[in-house]
């Protein structure tokens, strides 16, 4: 099964920008149907934030992030980013990557659906 790490978290202020990435290890993750980001704030429920389908690129966000973060994957250093620009204050949360290899999946941003996780890197912003 996968192995998931996420990276670059971090204080930045609003406005600003940071690239998060999660390194893949133990399978490709082009095995699975969806990988993506979701992100939880203490007290609050987790929520979807940015997925894409490893085969054929299909992505969804957020209404909250449209425009302002991008999600890719490499399959060839087996890692899958997430680029957030415009930073605001609100996106202060724990972020996990995540993937699941649930075929029978309906709701891509609904975490429930994915079954393998990472610990989560923080991101924090400020004014």
């Known amino acids: 099964q996968v192995r998931l790490m996420e990276s670059g978290g971090g204080s930045v202020q609003a406005g600003g920008s940071l690239m998060l990435s999660c390194a893949a290890s133990?399978?490709?993750?082009?095995?699975?149907?969806?990988v993506g980001w979701f992100r939880q704030v203490p007290g609050k429920e987790r929520e979807g934030v940015a997925v894409?389908?490893?085969?054929?690129?299909?992505?969804y966000y957020d209404a909250s992030v449209e425009g302002r973060f991008t999600i890719s994957q490499d399959n060839a250093k087996n890692t899958l980013y997430l680029q957030m620009n415009s930073l605001k204050l609100e996106d202060t949360a724990m972020y996990y990557c995540?993937?699941?290899?649930?075929?029978?999946?309906?709701?891509?941003?609904?975490?429930?659906?994915?079954?393998?996780w990472g610990q989560g890197t923080r991101v924090a912003v400020s004014s």
């Open positions: 995540a993937a699941t290899d649930r075929w029978s999946l309906r709701q891509p941003l609904n975490g429930k659906e994915y079954n393998y």
């Open positions: 133990g399978e490709n993750i082009s095995r699975y149907l969806l």
């Open positions: 894409i389908y490893t085969s054929g690129g299909s992505t």
